[in-house]
């Protein structure tokens, strides 16, 4: 494991011309547009890099982006591995563990969810407070690399509470209302039942979805700093009867895609 990070994180330094970026942003669904914010962009397509999968996902092209966001140096993965595709959870999480090796100290990730906070409406940004795995695995079973992260890393504070205050003011300028919430991670590619919506509000969740919950783990492991917002593309509860599609998730997520925008390129650079 420990060669196959630095091989590609190698690979990596070879192909990119400059200095290495430290923060590094997962562009979920509803963040994908902030690419046109990065200037002076060079791509490296994931079927380039040894080692790294290869997304599959409708809606999702597989890049890696380096480039600026206004005066920061970013490196901004287009595309991301589910479990859902049939990834293990080391595969999911690896391009986390070469952000490390190539120097990141700051992960932005987003996602879309289904909220059961009966307060969250469609089109809502939730900046992520906490989360709950629900994954079947845990993506640092099985041997520890010390080199890596600690054997029983907390995670206490797996969303760094200064960038989520500082989140919190940028909105509050831009008059962009933001809920906080407890995002719950779940394999997918079900959406859930109505029972199941409302079990994981009865277990303190806000929102649900398919993503984010591995890679935020890696990412506390090897001590990065982790801010995490998701975008409310349907709502689930006993009482809901609405059937959530693919194709509305991606519309809901694309209508708040400028407010989620806006966030994290002021985020960004201020952080
Ligand atoms: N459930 C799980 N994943 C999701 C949902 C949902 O309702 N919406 C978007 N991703």
Redesign the pocket.
């Known amino acids: 494991m420990l060669e196959k990070i630095n091989q590609t994180a190698e690979y990596i330094r070879s192909r990119v011309d400059g200095q290495m970026p430290t923060t590094a942003i997962i562009l979920g669904t509803g963040l994908g547009a902030l690419v046109d914010h990065i200037d002076d962009k060079q791509y490296i397509p994931y079927t380039d890099i040894p080692n790294f999968p290869v997304s599959t996902v409708e809606g999702h092209s597989g890049n890696l982006i380096f480039g600026r966001l206004g005066d920061r140096r970013v490196i901004a993965m287009q595309g991301r591995f589910h479990y859902y595709e049939g990834y293990d959870m080391k595969q999911v999480t690896f391009p986390v563990r070469v952000f490390k090796a190539l120097g990141v100290d700051t992960l932005f990730v987003s ?4 909220g059961m906070n009966p307060e969250f409406r469609v089109g809502e940004i939730m900046i992520i407070t906490d989360h709950i795995n629900l994954f079947p695995e845990n993506p640092l079973r099985g041997k520890n690399y010390s080199e890596l992260g600690p054997r029983f890393p907390a995670m206490t504070e797996a969303y760094d509470k200064n960038l989520i205050r500082l989140a919190d003011s940028i909105a509050a300028e831009l008059d962009i209302r933001v809920k906080h919430g407890v995002y719950v991670g ?1 394999p ?1 590619p079900t ?2 039942t109505p029972a199941e919506y409302e079990y994981f509000r009865i277990i303190g969740g806000d929102a ?3 993503s984010t919950v591995p890679e935020v783990i890696v990412a506390n492991h090897a001590g990065i700093k982790v801010f995490g917002v998701s975008v409310i ?2 709502l ?1 509860g006993k009482d809901i009867t609405e059937v ?1 599609t693919h194709e509305e ?1 991606q519309k809901a997520a694309m209508a708040a895609q400028p407010k989620m925008m806006e966030i994290m390129r002021k985020l960004v650079n201020r952080f």
Do not use: K
């Not at 996602?111 to 289904?114: I, L, R, S, T």
């Open positions: 996602n879309a969810a289904g779940t997918g959406f859930e649900v979805g398919m593309t349907d689930g959530p998730v």
